[in-house]
């Protein structure tokens, strides 16, 4: 695209980033890299006056270096229409300020501005529940709040099962639980507040030790994967705790997953998402900042990144502002 376009990304603080291992660094790059303008906001930046959403923006330069950012203003005050595209890239939790921010977001005039990911689409998918939409692609599963019924549950799986909290992230709160574990009333305890909040159960994937894949979706369509495998004294492959990137391909069961997701995920506006799939199974539709980018670009020597900016680049071009 020739045009030089207006880019904001809500993210958390530029300082924070991780150079190598950031995904949203690297569609700055890219975008730079094309001329595009870079801004950055928080969700404290942004504001509304009336029916209008603000925001309170910084342009930015971003670079492989130390440090690998600049400023080049203050911050500037203006409707979010102001920008060609945003992108909301705030990393979890998907909390009430998170939820807010989704809100004023739905203000902008989309025949203006171009949001990634669509904000209504982002309230809608819980990234644990959304895939209940899915019953051919995911594992057996319960959400529930009560111990007794998730300890049935646990029992027709064979007396293994996994849990996790519906607002966790990274990992946070997962357990493998099993019947002979003396810690599983504790643990349910625990998970679920004293029956006081629900949590969601799945049978147990022994596929995990062969690793966790997180595949990388764009308006539907598989761009890449990468495997995640967990320590052995782990079940996690969450790179944060020590989860290890292996090369994976993107297998007929991974297309036929994005095939069933796709009408959904068009359908609510969610254009960029990271699946995890354990085995033949969906296990969560991560939609707020999926990550992995820059571990696929690095093991299969590719550079999703231009994939997702030239994908900004057209729906920007096909925005009444652009045609008229």
Not at 89 to 106: E, G, H, I
Not at 126 to 137: G, H, Q, S, T
Not at 304 to 314: H, K, M, N, T, W
């Amino acid at each position: 695209m020739s045009v030089n376009l207006n880019l904001a990304f809500i993210m958390d603080p530029l300082e924070q980033v991780l150079v190598d291992k950031d995904t949203t660094f690297v569609f700055m790059l890219e975008a730079q890299r094309r001329g595009h303008r870079l801004a950055v906001m928080g969700l404290a930046d942004l504001f509304a006056r009336g029916p209008r959403a603000w925001g309170r923006a910084r342009r930015c330069e971003v670079m492989r270096a130390t440090p690998h950012y600049r400023y080049l203003d203050q911050g500037q005050e203006n409707p979010l229409e102001h920008f060609d595209a945003i992108l909301m890239r705030k990393d979890p939790p998907a909390d009430a300020n998170y939820l807010y921010a989704t809100m004023l977001l739905s203000l902008v005039d989309s025949s203006r501005t171009f949001v990634l990911n669509r904000p209504e689409g982002l309230r809608t998918a819980n990234e644990k529940l959304y895939a209940l939409n899915f019953p051919a692609a995911i594992p057996p599963t319960l959400v529930s709040y009560q111990i007794a019924r998730l300890k049935v549950f646990m029992e027709e799986q064979g007396g293994e099962m996994v849990v996790k909290p519906l607002d966790g992230h990274g990992g946070a709160g997962v357990f493998v639980l099993s019947r002979a574990d003396r810690n599983l009333n504790a643990i349910l305890e625990a998970a679920t507040d004293g029956e006081r909040r629900p949590v969601m159960a799945q049978r147990y994937l022994p596929e995990i030790r062969a690793g966790d894949k997180r595949l990388i979706v764009l308006d539907g369509e598989p761009l890449g994967a990468t495997l995640r495998v967990p320590l052995a004294d782990e079940n996690r492959g969450n790179i944060h705790v020590g989860g290890t990137c292996v090369q994976a391909a993107v297998t007929a069961r991974d297309r036929e997953i994005c095939r069933i997701l796709k009408p959904w995920l068009q359908r609510d506006g969610l254009y960029f998402v990271g699946l995890d799939i354990i085995g033949d199974y969906l296990t969560e539709v991560n939609v707020t900042s999926p990550t992995g980018v820059q571990e696929i670009d690095r093991l299969d020597g590719v550079e999703l990144e231009r994939q997702v900016v030239d994908f900004v680049e057209a729906r920007v071009a096909a925005l009444p502002r652009h045609t008229h």
